[in-house]
Structure formats: structure tokens, C-alpha cells
């Protein structure tokens, strides 16, 4: 028997080493007196490397460790949605009926509620052989969501040999196998390892999230995987938020991974508030929140990462989509380096350590649209904020990004400044799915969506040409027809790009109000270019009415009757004009 | 009682390295005495069986191998009453104004324990500042952390009492209090400080924390902390609505930094630790408000950007930490506007939740993003016109031109002593956008224009 206990040989901030216990890589261990949670990251002859969860101030050497002989491990079944954890799956909530207001150490408490009951219908019979993976039955655990029971992927096949319906708690057994295997609605996940499904498949349906930059030019597609650069202010969290808020997935799991309080305190008091789009329900009845904010302690927020993906995982494989944040992956990074750094390891780039880029592709590569053990199709798309230092983005966590995603969402501090939202940058950013979704686009919207896609980042491109001799001439140099594609590129970035996350109505853009405002916009870019042709003044155009109109499309509750108007009265200005001719 | 041992071995900058004989615990603080007779503070960086390292925080300067520790077996701790208000203490909360010992009300470790994100309640009260550039355009709430980050020898200080002399919140008299935390600033800016405090009448209400440029600079590194301890002992025990200021951030991150080269830790951006985020993040998360609690805690650091930088890792990492940041800019203190506040690259997170109906006014927010983006076209004008001259550009350009001139010398500049109410920085913005094409509004909806705009106004009347 390999001895369980040891003690306590140093401590330096939250990297401590033990003797006296053998444990494997990852185990799981409490610490000293006060049993703080850790994990074993590095063993090295008879000592082992453990970083903590907690802070660590008043640990002693001499101090008990205790090997748990377990990874850090989250537990999974109904209740997990509406629920707010901390970086272990510790619940929020909880922390705060038995230690108040501030977190103090120690605490151990389930990630799923141990009280509550679940009613369970069963889908299998007695006497059903199944394999792991399966579904036997379902619990409904909001009134949208019928939450699967699903053997244990770590389970042998077998042979139902009991099931009953009627109302369990989570910890209960609701059936049983010929082979003595007792299933409960609650299962184990180690987080660090990706969970199993049959095969991955191409993403190729879109993941609409109603923000017109996005879907309009760089689209996501379900199970893609997306990066938000950006420098401080340019609007991650807002952008991340809007994501959480209006994407068309059946869960979203949010994961706060070292940033601000007060913006986990905003998710907390709004989305109980917001409305699902798709089901009327409250935006809590599909979201499940990890909360690791900067202050909270380092090593917990490098597993947090984990465990947001672990849950996502779960759902996905009952074949759901899921849509996970992070934000930010690079505190996620930064906590690795200082672990990393309390190890003494040899630093790479920047300090951090050299197996940055390997862990960041090991993240992002659970994403994706999969054939699940099951049999259906589920998918996890993740959208990771990266906050380069100084803006920069040839630091190393945004280069070790891009290098794994498909979808650049760059942010950009120049167009924050002009108060430009969504600071989405469309000369750099770009999306790998855009033609692959180019197909579901046309069938589902409009024949000519990839065409009116190519007509806007052509007429972006040229304005950005055109600005570098504006800079030099002057605008009014420049010919009428190259003056008309500034103007209409212009409108193009205020009545299309700029949408207000904070306005009740522009906040979210139906796919085809999207198609329609850019439609309108080309529209009139048409009708101005032949009337141009015909020798109308170019100072005319800006003195259109129906052209401010169009500007105030995007608020307007009743879209498509406002627009119907504002073409007509664009018709009727330009018969005015041939008339005075 | 405690044992004093003489097993120090090295000592090298701020730390002193010592064999181990008992258990200490990480954290601990220790007294050394020196055989002069002196006895200095420190605490443990590192423990094991064999070493322990401990940072001294008033320097190690006569500290030798005859020199005994003696292990007090708790963390840094601070005494805490209500009589610390008007009082002046220094870095460590020393009484430093000849007054008596702060009476031990309570006995709270320096470091705090995390908020938990579910006791947090959302911030947004509005503070009126009575600035046009923070309350219009930059709007501060109670429970936020806004920095002003600033460059040597721009008036940030002047903004930072201005802020603390008007700050309010809209029709309450509550309980108010200032806590003033000076790390490393010269005596001369500390009597500044000090001088307006008692013109005022402020120091009433403040306790201050005095770390000067010649006092100790490991004693930097718990400066912050004991404020932030004393802050939330009045906020949280005693429901007072609290100011933090701490003046000057740069130069606790630069104490940060030497006790890292001492350890002879692998060093991140520019020789500061790699976990100087997490550090900076336990000190200003120390802001907010908590559910069921009256008393809230705003703080506004103050933080000299090394040359101009904003990318220098210190304002750089403390920006993703704050609820945005507040710039004072170089070159409008050159054209002499007081307050040189640029717009452009500052920011307030929380300020949608502190303004529009019912708090401010409606119209608030997007008379904000107007004024923003017509202010950054007219700027980018500028450098436009200095190439082909004014002649060269549109009547829409030359609006805009004018826009950002006037915007700058009526909007930003104002009087040292000046209060704006929220209602009148809202009015001059209006009169500004009026002289703007309608067309150029495209920031603000129909509805907003024709209520507020003063030519529909006017017209509404008739």
C-alpha cells in the first residue's frame, strides 16, 4: 500500500512541495492543516509539486498533505445550468451561505446540489443492452432543455437490469447493469481530459449571434472556433457578452477567467432579466457561469479554463450546441507563466513558458462539430478574448492563437477611440468558414448573400485605398465616382457595422435585417451611380434626405415597413432630380 | 513566548535569508532586532525545512548575522477604528502627526480575502465630479476603480483633489470619507496634497498614508493594502461611502519589481514579475459595492505612464484590471486646458450603468458616442488640413474642424474650482452638436434629436 499521507517541505506562494506521498501526475491533494485543494504538477524524485487553489499564507513546512489519488475532477448532471462556480467548480453561491461576503479558504463544497431532487423519465427498458455513452433517459432540468442521462463513458457495455422513473437526487442510483454498474444522474469528469465522441465532422452551419460585422462579414460557424484580440477598452468583454447574450445555442457556458468582478456581477444581475431569443425563456435557463475573477487565486483560474470545457463537453454529447467564452485566455496564459515561473521552469517567449502554444492547441481542439457516442450531432463553438499586452498582437498568446483558430475578430483601439462598436477591425480580421457557409447562406437568406458580402469588402477595401490619397489631396480632388465609394463606404461603417450593444432594439440583428440594410445600402449606391452618370452634382447626394434616414434604420422597431419608406422616398428624390433637369 | 533565533545566513537588497529551526508559516511576519537596539519588520517569502527567505520591509540596512528573528506566527496585520479619520500615518500606519497609537477597534490581515462575484452588487450610482470630460463623457459610479494615468510633470494631482473636493452623489448626505495612500510621491507633492486637505476641510474626513520618496520602498508593497484594509473596515463595518486615492502606482509596481530581482525570479515585460497582474489585481478589485452592505468603495489610482508610455506594463495590465482610465493628456496641458483630460483614449466601463433616465438624462449616452466620434473625425482632420490646408475640404470637414476646437475649449477646459452640474455639460454639449450638419447626428435617434437638438427645441415651443 502506497502511503496516502506526507507533510509539508516548502512553501512559496501558491507552489508548495510535499514528501512522504507517491502520487500521479494531476492527483488531486489537500493541503496542510486548513486543507487547502491542489494539484500534483510536477514530481521530481521523492517530492512532489503541487499548486494550490487557495492562498497559502500561514502554511507551514511539517504541515499535512494528503493524496486524494483522484485528477481534478467536476461533477456533471442536472443543475449544472443556472449555476454560478468558482475556477473548481465550487458554487458561488454556496461560498457565500457558509463564509459570507469574501472567500476565505478551506471550503469544500459539490459542485452539484446534493438536496434537490430530479424527476427522472427513463427512454430504455429493463433488459436494453447499451453501451457507454447512451442515453437511458432524460430529466427535465429547465422547461427548454431536456437534460440526458448518459452511461458513463468510462463504463462497460451491459445489459439494463433495472430502471424506474420517479424523482432522485443526484447522487441516487436510477438504474442498474447486469454487471453490477450502478448509474446515477450524476457522472465524473477528470477536466483535463477531453471527453469521447464517435467522430468530428465539418462545421459548416452558422452560428448566428445577431451582431452585423460578424455574421455579415466574418461568420462563425457551430463547433468553429473564434479569437477576440484586442487592446484594453476595445470591447472584448461587451463583444463576449453580446455572444453570451443573442447566439443561437441551446447552452452557453461563460467562463470569467481572471477579470473584473464587477463585469461577472453585471452577467449576474442581467441575464437572469434578458429573454432567450429562440425561446422566450430567461438567458439564466441556458447559461452556466465560471467565475474566476483576477483576484481570486491563480492556480484556480488556470483550471477554470478546463472546466467550462468539460461542462460544454457533457452537453454536447446529449447533441446540443454549446457556445463557450473565455475571456480572457490570456489570463489564462499569464496564470501559467507564473506557475511556471514558481517552478523555475526556463522561460520562452516573453516569460512564458515553452509549452504555451501545445496547451493553447490542446484547448482549442475541443471544439468542434462531433458525431457523439450517442449518435447525434453536437457541437461546442469557442470564442476566446486575448488581451495582448500593450496591444500588441505579435505577443505570444495571440500569435499562438491564430495559429489554431478560423475566426479573427481583431479589435482595434483606433476605431474605440472614435467610438466605433463593434471595434471590429474588417480589414484584419478574417473568418476560414465564410465560404464554406457561404452555401447556407444563399439557400437559407438570399441567392445573392456571398455576392453582396464580396460588394461590401470590395467597396471597404477601396475606401481604404482611396483614404491614403485623400490624405494627400484632399477629398475634394478626387472624381465623383471615387467620391461616391468613400460616401458609401462610409455608410457602410455607420449605418451598417456600428451597432449599439446597448440600444433595446439594435442589440441584435436578425440574419435578415442584415441582408436587408446592406441590400439598401447597395441599392442606393446604384441609383446615385447612374444619376451621377446623368450629371447630377455629387454635393447633392450628401444633401439627400432619405440618405439620414437610412441612418436611423437600425433602430427602428418596425424594420422592414421603416426601410420600404426610406427607398421610396430615395425614388422620389432621384425623379425630382430628373425632373429639374 | 516567542523564541528568538540568530540563524540569519545571507542578506542581499531587501532580503534575508535565514536557516530554518521551527515551522514558520508562508506569510508570517517577523521583528528583527538589531543589536543597536533597533527592530525592523519583515515577512516570509519563502519557507521550508532548511531556508526561510524574509523581506524586510524598512530596508536592511544594519542588519547582520548578530541580528535575532523572532517569528510572531500571523500574517501582516492592521489595528483599525473610526479615530483613524484625521489622522496621518505613515506607510506602515505609524501615527507619523504626533497623535496617540490608533486604538485596536479590530485586528485585520492587510491582505483581504476576495469578494465573492455573487455578493457583489452591480455599481451604479452616479458620482457627479462636476468635471465635464468624467461626468459627460466618462462617467464614474460608486464601487469602480477609475486610474488617471498621467506623465511627470502633468497636473494629475490637481484633477485627483478636484475629484475628491466635488465628488457627490446626486440629492443624499451620506457618510463620507477619503482614504489618501502616498507611495513613494516627494514631500513637496505630499504637502501639495496636504495643504488642499486642510484649506478644504477634507482632512476631516480623510485618513491619510504617508510613504515617501525617501522612506523605505519595500514598505511601498503594503501601503496600498493597509489602505485598502482601513477603506473596507469603514465601508463595510461602518456603511461610509469611501474614496480611495492611491498616488502613485508606478512606484509600487518599481518596489515590486526589486523585490523580484532579489529573489532572482524569472522576470515577464520589461524585468517586472510575471504575476504582477495577479498583484495589481488584489489590490484594485478591492472596489465595490457588496449586497446588504451600505457603505461602497470607489478608488482612483493614480499611475505615471514612464515616458508618455501606455503601453508600458504598468498602465497596460492595470487598464485590464480597472473599469477603464482616465488620460491626462500631454499636449493639451501644452495648449493650457485645464483639465488636459483626453477623451479620446479614456474610458468608463461602468458608465452605462450610472447614467440615462432617471439617473442623468436619456439623451445622455448617445450625446456621449456623438460627441466622441465627431471630436475623433474633427481631430483627425487636423493633421489633414496641415498638409492641404483648409481650402481643400468640405463644409461637412470644416464643421467638424470647428467642432473639435471649440469642443476642447469650451467642453474640456474649465476652472480649477468650476462644479459643472450634469445638466449643464449635457447643455454645452448640445449647443456644440447644434452647430454640426443634422446628417453628421447619425449617433443619436430621431426621437432624442427632436427632443433634445436646440433648433427642434425651439421649435417645439412655437
Known sequence: MISKTGEVQRVAGPVVTAIGISPRMYDVVFVGNDRLMGEVIRISGNKSIIQVYEETTGVCPGEPIEDTGQPLSVELGPGLITSIYDGIQRPLPGIMDLQGTNISRGTSIEGLSRTKTWKFVPAVEKGTSVLPGQSIGTVAETPHLEHKIMIPSAFKPGIISEISEGDFKVDQTIATMDNGQEIQLMQKWPVRIPRPYSEKLMPDIPLITGQRVLDFFFPIAKGGTAAIPGGFGTGKTVTQHQLAKWSDSDVVVYVGCGERGNEMTEVLTEFPELEDQRTGAKLSLRTVLIANTSNMPVAAREASIYTGMTIAEYYRDMGLSISMMADSTSRWAEAMREISSRLEEMPGEEGYPAYLSSKLSEFYERAGRVKTLDHNEGAISVIGAVSPQGGDFSEPVTQGTLRIVKVFWALDTKLREKRHFPAVNWLNSYSLYSETLADWFSQNVARDWPNLVQWAVNTLQREAELQEIVQLVGSDALPDEERLILEVARMIREFFLQQDAFHDIDSYCKIENQYRLMKCIKDFNDRISVALGAGISFDKILGLQSREELSKAKYEDDFDGYLDQVMEHLQMECRLWEESK | ?462
Open chain 2, 1 to 462: 513566548m516567542k523564541v528568538e533565533y540568530r540563524t540569519i545566513t545571507d542578506i542581499s537588497g531587501p532580503l534575508v535569508f535565514m536557516e530554518a529551526t521551527e515551522a514558520v508559516g508562508y506569510g508570517e511576519v517577523v521583528d528583527i532586532h538589531l543589536s543597536d537596539g533597533t527592530t525592523k519588520r519583515g515577512q516570509v517569502l519563502d519557507t521550508s525545512q532548511e531556508i526561510i527567505v524574509v523581506q524586510v520591509f524598512e530596508g536592511t540596512a544594519g542588519i547582520d548575522h548578530e541580528a535575532t528573528v523572532k517569528f510572531l506566527g500571523e500574517s501582516v496585520k492592521v489595528n483599525l477604528s473610526k479615530e483613524m479619520i484625521g489622522r496621518i500615518l505613515s506607510g506602515a500606519a505609524k501615527p507619523i502627526d504626533g497623535g496617540p497609537p490608533v486604538p485596536p477597534d479590530k485586528r485585520q490581515d492587510i491582505i483581504g480575502s476576495p469578494i465573492n462575484p455573487y455578493a457583489r452588487a452591480r455599481p451604479k450610482e452616479f458620482i457627479e465630479t462636476g468635471i465635464s470630460t468624467i461626468d459627460g463623457m466618462n462617467t464614474l459610479v460608486r464601487g469602480q476603480k477609475l486610474p488617471i494615468f498621467s506623465g511627470s510633470g502633468l497636473p494629475h494631482n490637481k484633477v485627483a483633489l478636484q475629484l475628491a473636493r466635488q465628488a457627490k452623489v446626486l440629492g443624499e448626505v451620506e457618510e463620507f470619507a477619503v482614504v489618501f495612500a502616498a507611495m513613494g510621491i516627494t514631500s513637496e507633492e505630499a504637502q501639495v496634497f496636504m495643504n488642499d486637505f486642510e484649506r478644504t476641510g477634507a482632512l476631516k474626513r480623510a485618513v491619510v498614508f504617508l510613504n515617501l520618496a525617501n522612506d523605505p520602498a519595500i514598505e511601498r508593497l503594503i501601503t496600498p493594502k493597509i489602505a485598502l484594509t482601513t477603506a473596507e473596515y469603514l465601508a463595510f463595518e461602518l456603511d461610509m461611502h469611501v474614496l480611495v486615492i492611491l498616488t502613485d502606482m508606478t512606484n509600487y509596481c518599481e518596489s515590486l519589481r526589486q523585490i523580484g530581482a532579489a529573489r532572482e525570479e524569472v522576470p515577464g515585460r520589461r524585468g517586472y514579475p510575471g504575476y504582477m497582474y495577479t498583484d495589481l489585481a488584489m489590490i484594485y478589485e478591492r472596489a465595490g459595492r457588496i449586497k446588504g452592505k451600505k457603505g461602497t468603495i470607489t478608488q482612483i489610482p493614480i499611475i505615471s505612464m514612464p515616458d508618455d508610455d501606455i503601453t508600458h506594463p504598468i498602465p497596460d495590465l492595470s487598464a485590464y484590471i480597472t473599469e477603464g482610465q482616465l488620460i491626462v493628456s500631454r499636449e493639451l496641458h501644452r495648449k493650457a486646458i485645464y483639465p488636459p483630460i483626453d477623451i479620446s483614449p479614456s474610458l468608463s466601463r461602468l458608465m452605462n450603468a450610472g447614467i440615462g433616465k432617471g439617473i442623468t438624462r436619456e439623451d445622455h449616452n448617445q450625446v456621449s458616442s456623438q460627441c466622441y466620434a465627431a471630436y475623433a473625425e474633427g481631430r483627425e482632420l487636423r493633421s489633414l488640413v496641415a498638409i492641404v490646408g483648409k481650402e481643400a475640404l468640405s463644409d461637412r470637414d470644416l464643421a467638424l474642424l470647428d467642432f473639435a476646437d471649440e469642443f476642447e475649449d469650451r467642453f474640456v477646459r474649465q476652472k480649477e474650482e468650476e462644479d459643472r452640474s450634469i445638466t449643464e455639460t449635457l447643455e454645452l454639449a448640445w449647443d456644440m452638436l447644434s452647430k454640426l450638419p443634422e446628417d453628421l447626428l447619425t449617433k443619436i435617434d430621431t426621437q432624442t434629436i427632436k427632443k433634445f437638438h436646440p433648433k427642434h427645441r425651439s421649435e417645439n415651443k412655437k
